[in-house]
T-cell receptor, first 118, second 115 residues
Framework: EAQVTQNPRYLITVTGKKLTVTCSQN?????MSWYRQDPGLGLRQIYY???????DKGDVPEGYKVSRKEKRNFPLILESPSPNQTSLYFC?????????????????FGEGSWLTVV | AQKVTQAQTEISVVEKEDVTLDCVYE???????LFWYKQPPSGELVFLIR??????QNEISGRYSWNFQKSTSSFNFTITASQVVDSAVYFC????????????FGTGTLLAVQP
């Protein structure tokens, strides 16, 4: 079964305490990304990766880091979390190019990680 | 710049009513992809449909149907005979594909179906 798995699903942490949200996919996809969802703003891209060791900033990268050492994993790192990073986070995975997707194939999302920074 | 507008913030209907969720998009690309996702109260994003810009055929899947009109840059979603289980936030999204597959999301429409 095609899956994108995120952990933890729920986390309450304190300001400044480093944390990592893991993301793993089992579809051998080249492309992975992180989004955050905030009320009234929809989802916005934080970082993305086109392949192993290739990462780049999305629209809201401040305060986040990522790494892509293996194709299946794409962790999101908050080095020093702040309350404005309280949000619902989604990891996404897809084949290298949507142009090559077969009918019905798409961008897959994890179940989301609810993060609260106090 | 790409943009997706979902003007309806919240919609409330009574069970068995039909409801249409509007989505208007902006893009300069001639090749792009449109998506609808459902987000139930549990929070996960459930993929509903992907539509390519070069395929303007409307699609029906059970009680769900989608009307894609390039002339008005719209990709509207209709639920026929709504049910309480349809209550969720629905997101329309646009991707220009290419190297990044980045999705531009609308702000979502909260649909409440009353019994």
């Amino acid at each position: 079964e095609a899956q994108v798995t995120q952990n933890p699903r729920y986390l309450i942490t304190v300001t400044g305490k480093k944390l990592t949200v893991t993301c793993s996919q089992n579809m051998n996809h080249e492309y992975m990304s992180w989004y955050r969802q905030d009320p009234g703003l929809g989802l916005r891209q934080i970082y993305y990766s086109m392949n192993v060791e290739v990462t780049d900033k999305g629209d809201v990268p401040e305060g986040y880091k990522v790494s892509r050492k293996e194709k299946r994993n794409f962790p999101l790192i908050l080095e020093s979390p702040s309350p404005n990073q309280t949000s619902l986070y989604f990891c996404a995975s897809s084949p290298k190019s949507l142009d090559r997707l077969i009918s019905g194939n798409t961008i897959y999302f994890g179940e989301g990680s609810w993060l609260t920074v106090v | 710049a790409q943009k997706v507008t979902q003007a309806q913030t919240e919609i409330s209907v009574v069970e068995k009513e039909d409801v249409t969720l509007d989505c208007v998009y902006e893009t300069r690309d001639t090749t792009y992809y449109l998506f609808w996702y459902k987000q139930p109260p549990s929070g996960e994003l459930v993929f509903l449909i992907r539509r390519n810009s070069f395929d303007e055929q409307n699609e029906i899947s059970g009680r769900y149907s989608w009307n894609f009109q390039k002339s008005t840059s719209s990709f509207n979603f209709t639920i026929t005979a709504s049910q309480v289980v349809d209550s969720a936030v629905y997101f329309c999204a646009l991707s220009e594909g290419g190297a990044t597959n980045k999705l531009i999301f609308g702000t979502g429409t909260l649909l409440a179906v009353q019994p």
